[in-house]
């Protein structure tokens, strides 16, 4: 190959590797839109009066982490293993029909674990939570709606429960127990614990009698709940190039709840207009809406207002949000503001004191 076929091969290379390089940060470029007052519409922005960069993720998988990262691709976070693995225990009768039964492992270290309630041995029906405190347990169970519980039964045991007779396993001869009428959604048991040499955990059998309308079951405490959640998030550090003055918009950040144990709690904080670099008190105006695209917007919110802003988000669910800047008469320069958006899962519920 000669010299200038080496030379044109080279260009031609270099220049394939720029058009991948635009083609891919033009594929990464939201579409900004600009109002126009005179129609009172908004419309799609030429580059050459506003354009808009998105910071493309240096990362993408977290697991545990509580470090500041760019919210761009997906954040997973789950608990490390506790070692109280449930058991789920099926037995069979003198008339060979199968009973089953679960229960639940807890440690005694005074935190309150929360255990899942199992109906037909596999649809979750509500949550148990037990704790231990000063010698004594205490055990507590919330019904998800519609479901209601008529009676109740608890047994706590110091060896694991893995080879129960039908004899030991019959409800109605657990030491603890309780009815209602009429039927409840939740309730509390409140037992004295005998201490014994190295016991560290006892096994708690919580069996519930529920109805659902007409439709009634059996169902028992069971394996310790996950506290987990996967959140795909795209946006994070975006640049403005404005042009021209003018209010423009423009997509800011979507996260989607892939996957959660728990509801999702968004809060926001430090969010403000834009300042600008080096000090002054110039700033850019911003404002940003809840909505899935420009056509759906039902009001803007100042940056500042934000921050006083709660959403709840379950498994599954999406928030989308847009931004918008106004550019009038302010001195030209670089305007910045950094701000933060918390993802948290919300595994506790909020306390409320009793009268």
Request: charged fraction near 20%; charge should be neutral.
């Amino acid at each position: 190959m000669g010299k200038w076929s080496r030379k044109i091969l080279k260009t031609w290379l270099v220049l394939s590797l720029l058009v991948s390089f635009v083609s891919l940060t033009l594929a990464q470029t939201p579409t900004v839109y600009r109002y126009d007052s005179q129609t009172g519409l908004w419309k799609r922005v030429d580059p050459k009066e506003s354009e808009i960069a998105v910071q493309l993720p240096s990362v993408k998988d977290f697991l545990n982490s509580n470090v500041a990262i760019p919210i761009t691709g997906t954040i997973v976070l789950q608990p490390t293993q506790s070692g109280t693995t449930p058991q789920m225990v099926t037995i069979k009768g003198s008339n060979e029909q199968t009973k089953w039964y679960y229960y639940m492992t807890y440690p005694l270290d005074g935190v309150e674990k929360s255990y899942e309630i199992l109906a037909g041995q596999t649809e979750k029906v509500g949550r148990a939570k037990v704790k231990s405190e000063n010698n004594r347990l205490i055990v507590s169970f919330t019904l998800f709606e519609p479901w209601l519980a008529d009676e109740s039964h608890l047994l706590v045991m110091t060896e694991e429960p893995t080879n129960l007779s039908n004899r030991d396993l019959a409800p109605g001869s657990f030491p603890y127990k309780q009815s209602y009428s009429p039927m409840v959604n939740h309730g509390t048991y409140d037992v004295i614990l005998t201490a014994t040499p190295n016991m560290h955990a006892v096994y708690v059998l919580l069996h519930l009698s529920i109805m659902n309308g007409t439709r009634s079951e059996t169902a028992w405490a069971a394996k310790e709940e996950e506290k987990k959640m996967c959140i795909e998030v795209s946006g994070g550090k975006i640049k403005w190039y404005v042009k021209k003055p003018g209010e423009y918009v423009a997509s800011f950040l979507t996260a989607t709840i892939l996957s959660s144990s728990h509801p999702v709690t968004v809060t926001f904080s430090n969010f403000d207009d834009l300042s600008l670099e080096g000090g002054g008190e110039e700033k850019l105006l911003v404002h940003y809406a809840f909505a899935n695209d420009l056509a759906n917007v039902e009001s803007w919110i100042r940056a500042r207002d934000l921050n006083g802003v709660s959403l709840n988000l379950q498994s599954g669910e999406r928030l989308n949000m847009l931004h918008k800047v106004q550019l009038s008469v302010q001195q030209g320069g670089t305007y910045r503001n950094s701000a933060t958006i918390t993802f948290t899962l919300k595994a506790v519920e909020d306390y409320v004191e009793k009268q």
